[in-house]
């Protein structure tokens, strides 16, 4: 039994979801007491495979080829196939990114096989691995276990799993190159998928604050700005606020937003839909503020104030003011 994390870079620069994933995959290792291994693909990518290297990991392939400079579902899929022929891992962990959703199915059909995507969490019961998906927008949580011959393919959901928490060591880098032809990728790349222009990179913030519909009306988002302004932290907004146009799109956090890590993230009048969950709960900190005491936000927070947003958040204001 053994793991492998394929991880995602694009053009030289990693995926920063592919960190959570190497870090889950560290995890289920020491919990079926087994090893973990990293696979990057691409070309000249030798010092990303480096980088693995200094990871607490058995091995990191190296999986180079000139059709592999760009991705594409046919190179991807050829090259992973021929790589767990030889490595045989039992899982296979992948980040649920837009590229990974793109050739995971196809991957695991060729293999006849299935992949469990959006993973948001995990436990060992029996010596066995259940995985946990949530279904009908987070209300119902299911467990899926793993029956058949392996590999068993898995994505896990954006903020499921903590980067910080990955542990460093030493591993061995092993170049593979897979046998691969022109004809073999029919797929000609084209312009990467983005969500929207991002003017603003609240993925590199320290500090945000994110307001909800609790807000109620677009001349109070003054008063959230107000507090982000005194703790010098970004003003980030749940999707009704953005799609309402109170704020604009590249200041919206979750599955169709930003996906963020800072280290505190305070979320104001946002009831914790799983759309929002998806971009901020790898916040190392979060802190809700929500008048209804069965928010699900709640149910993530480190931290919790159950009251009313316009006469908790003027107090937090004078708070921090007279802290400076």
């Known amino acids: 039994m053994s793991i ?18 190497l870090a889950a995959a560290q995890q289920l ?20 495979a480096g980088e693995l290297a200094s990871k607490q990991l058995e091995k990191i392939y190296l999986v180079e080829h000139d059709l592999l400079h760009e991705y594409t579902p046919d190179g991807y899929t050829l090259a992973l196939r021929q790589l767990l022929a030889q490595v045989n891992p039992e899982y296979v962990l992948l980040p649920h990114t837009y590229q990974v959703r793109d050739f995971l199915p196809k991957l695991a059909t060729a293999l006849g096989t ?30 899926v276990r793993f029956t058949g011959a392996a590999p068993h393919f898995a994505s896990l959901q954006a903020g499921a799993y903590r980067a910080d928490q990955l542990m460093e060591g030493s591993a061995a880098v092993e170049k593979f ?7 073999d990728v029919r797929t000609r790349p084209q312009e990467r ?6 003017v603003v990179d609240l993925s590199a913030a320290e500090l945000i604050v994110a307001v909800g519909r609790g807000i109620k009306d677009a001349d109070n988002i003054a008063l959230i700005q107000e507090l982000a302004n005194v703790m010098g932290a970004e003003l980030a907004a749940s999707r009704p606020i953005c799609d309402a146009g109170w704020l604009p799109m590249e200041r919206q956090v979750g599955s169709s937003g930003q996906t963020v890590g800072p280290k505190m993230y305070m979320a104001i009048g946002i009831s914790g839909a799983i759309q929002h969950l998806v971009g901020m709960k790898g916040s190392r900190t979060i802190v ?16 919790g104030i159950v009251g009313d947003l316009f006469q908790v958040v003027p107090e937090l204001i004078e708070a921090f003011k007279k802290a400076k």
């Open 177 to 183: 190159t897979p046998a691969m032809a022109a004809g």
């Open 4 to 21: 492998l994390t394929v991880m995602e870079q694009h053009g030289g620069a990693w995926n920063r979801m592919s960190f959570e994933t």
């Open 193 to 198: 998928f983005r969500e929207s222009a991002r």
């Open 29 to 48: 290792a020491r919990e079926l007491n087994t090893t973990a291994s990293a696979a990057v693909l691409g070309q000249g990518i030798e010092a990303l």
């Open 114 to 143: 299935v992949a469990v995507s959006d993973v948001v969490a995990h436990r060992v019961d029996g010596g066995a691995l259940v995985l946990v998906r949530q279904m009908f927008q987070g209300k119902v949580n299911s467990d």
């Open 288 to 303: 809700a503020i929500n008048k209804d005491p069965n928010a699900p936000i709640f149910e993530v927070a480190d931290y």
